[in-house]
């Protein structure tokens, strides 16, 4: 157990629908990371918080946003999905500060279904 | 965007022998992180080089790495059918708390 808790497990929806998956971090870690894995696109890098701040974007639509909260959890909103959004998506927590090793621990992840 | 490329895509080997992945990448790095998934779920991370580290030990895992090539190498001895799992090697650009990116994995099969 990597102490990374990630809601719902299975989401089935429709095309243009919108959705939201909810993270908790391990206990103490103030960066969280948002990834999507998909068959063809492999594991990608959406977005990162830190301490509630967006640190680092990466190939996400802007169609999806994210957001952390004080209680550090973090939400992503995806919205207008699409057959294509189907994926994986996987919430990871890290170490505080830079003097983190970098090591990142996983949640279980969110299987999004769009039919 | 893909950075690393692991090689091969998928390997399968008998209980008992050592199975080795190897991964490429493009840019410079900081480190380079090993991960392992089962089946649909969660990434587990396996051992962490630094980029001034040429090789380094976990348990059954021994990883290198040659900046020179951008490449890494995974190896786990002995392997069991539990080590049955994708496999895939992630970089990061700068220490500390900074995006991964992944490469394309390998599948591993352990025959028991």
């Known amino acids: 157990d990597s102490g990374v808790t990630q809601t719902p497990k299975h989401l089935i929806t429709a095309t243009g629908q919108r959705v939201t998956l909810r993270c908790s971090p391990r206990?103490?870690?103030?960066?969280v990371y948002w990834y999507q894995q998909s068959l063809d696109q492999g594991l990608q890098f959406l977005i990162q918080?830190?301490?509630?701040?967006?640190?680092a974007k990466g190939n996400i639509l802007e169609r999806f946003s994210a957001q952390q909260f004080p209680d550090l959890h973090s939400e992503l909103n995806l919205s207008s999905l699409e057959l294509g959004d189907s994926a994986l998506y996987f919430c990871?927590?890290?170490?505080?500060?830079?003097?983190?090793?970098?090591?990142?621990?996983f949640g279980p992840g969110t299987r999004l279904t769009v039919l | 965007s893909q950075q690393g490329e692991e090689d091969p895509q998928a390997l399968s080997i008998q209980e008992g022998e050592n199975a080795t992945m190897n991964c490429s990448y493009k840019t410079s790095i900081n480190n380079l992180q090993w991960y392992r998934q089962n089946s649909g779920r969660g990434l587990v991370h396996l051992i962490l080089i630094r980029s001034n580290e040429r090789e380094k030990h976990s348990g059954r895992l021994r990883v290198t790495l040659d900046t020179s090539k951008k490449s890494s190498s995974l190896l786990i001895t002995a392997s069991r059918a539990a080590d049955t799992a994708s496999y895939f090697c992630a970089t990061a650009p700068y220490s500390g708390n900074t995006p991964l990116v992944f490469g394309k994995g390998t599948r591993l099969s352990v025959i028991a």
């Open positions: 918080y830190y301490n509630g701040e967006e640190r």
């Open positions: 990871a927590s890290s170490g505080s500060g830079t003097g983190g090793t970098g090591e990142q621990f």
């Open positions: 206990s103490g870690d103030l960066s």
